[in-house]
């Protein structure tokens, strides 16, 4: 039968007890949210959302072709200056999601013959990066720029380029740019960073990681960021010098074969941007519930990994413990995200939170109490 394997595998998920499944989530959930990625409150903020509102009257619901032909208004350029101009970068470049930006970054700037320094705890989009590639990869340590640096001093061919998250999605922890972008250097290496954690919450302002580093309007960094999280729209953008940029026009091919970014995700994008710009303090506040809520489970007596942006991460003690877990902080009225192998290259479970910066004393309390009542 045809697609008889899938069965198979399905059987072999389910007993394993690793299947997902798809929970639709009402517009009006009375769940204490920290399970999303809105790290700054902001994708139901009137603003925000009457950004998207107005973009699309004047613009219409969709993009109406790929950016090459009818896909780039003057919106989607105003938004590519902004955020070039947010992050510290020559120039930016939308595209309709962070998947679409990471996969252009990296395949555009790992040709034939070139060589692809990955991190073993890079996101999927990374990963897949890699793998459409023309390039070598070689994936190293975690976190470790003496990784890169050897990996760098075997490569005998021709160009070179380092590929890491700046805040790594599960665990929250932070890589060390100034250190990969030295061990670059060292090299003529190119260095393309994910900053779609870093975003909105590390930097000044929120002007994100690379910029927290040092790097921004570096001339060998890439930078790519996600619309999607901490600007609460949809659709992600690489950030870097012009020539990068004009380089991605014209050979990256999630840009070139891919629809426009929607008018109404570029709208609200925007007007996150104009808030962030006006109100600094939310990425300061991001990182505080961050602390507080770390402070507060380890005193609890939970596992948690010390964050260094918004991302919380609480060992579980098994897949199934960690799925229970969820569960019933869900009953309990607390959505957290439940992270569990596959997704998990290590193997190891976790719960994942949100430190929104939106989150008052009383919620983190409460979902601190939740975690520890319902601790498997
Ligand atoms: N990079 C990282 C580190 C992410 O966590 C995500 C989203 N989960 C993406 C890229 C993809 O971004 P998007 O959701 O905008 O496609």
Same mark, same amino acid.
């Given at each position: 039968m045809a697609f008889g394997w899938i069965d198979e595998q399905a059987q072999l998920r389910r007993s394993a007890g690793l299947v997902r499944t798809l929970r639709p989530r009402p517009a009006d959930s009375p769940l204490l949210d920290l399970?999303?990625?809105?790290y700054l409150g902001l994708a139901r903020h009137p603003e925000v959302t009457e950004g998207a509102a107005r973009a699309a009257r004047t613009w219409g619901a969709g993009a109406t072709g790929s950016r090459l032909v009818t896909g780039t208004t003057e919106l989607h350029a105003e938004l590519e200056r902004e955020l070039a101009d947010f992050c510290g970068f020559e120039a930016a470049l939308v595209f309709s999601s962070g998947y679409a930006a990471n996969l252009a970054a990296v395949t555009a700037l790992a040709p034939h013959g070139s060589l692809i320094v990955s991190d073993a705890g890079n996101h999927a989009s990374l990963i897949d990066g890699c793998r459409l590639a023309r390039g070598t990869t070689q994936v190293v340590a975690h976190a470790d720029p003496e990784a890169v640096r050897k990996a760098l001093d075997t490569w005998d061919g021709g160009a070179a380029v380092a590929v890491s998250d700046t805040v790594f999605s599960v665990d929250g922890d932070a890589a060390p740019l100034a250190a990969l972008a030295r061990a670059c250097r060292e090299y003529g290496a190119g260095l393309v960073v994910d900053d779609a954690h870093g975003l909105?919450?590390? *930097?000044? *302002?929120?002007?994100?990681a690379p910029h927290a580093a040092g790097l921004a309007g570096a001339e060998d960094v890439v930078v790519t960021v996600t619309l999607s999280k901490s600007l609460g729209s949809q659709g992600g953008a690489v950030l870097g010098p012009a020539r990068v940029i004009d380089h991605l026009v014209n050979a990256a091919r999630t840009f070139i074969f891919d629809t426009g970014l929607a008018p109404a995700a570029a709208g609200a994008a925007l007007a996150a941007l104009t808030l962030l710009r006006r109100e600094p303090e939310r990425a300061a506040r991001a990182r505080a519930v961050a602390g507080e809520l770390h402070a507060r489970l380890t005193a609890a007596g939970l596992e948690a990994v010390r964050p260094d942006a918004a991302v919380v991460s609480v060992r579980a003690p098994s897949p199934e413990g960690a799925v229970r877990w969820a569960a019933d902080c869900r009953s309990a009225g607390l959505a957290v995200g439940c992270f569990r192998p596959p997704s998990v290259p290590d193997g190891i479970s976790r719960l994942r939170l949100t430190a929104r910066a939106d989150l008052g004393e009383g919620q983190i309390e409460r979902a601190v109490r939740v975690i520890g009542e319902t601790r498997p």
């Open positions: 399970a999303s990625n809105d909105g919450v590390l *930097g000044d *302002g929120g002007r994100g």
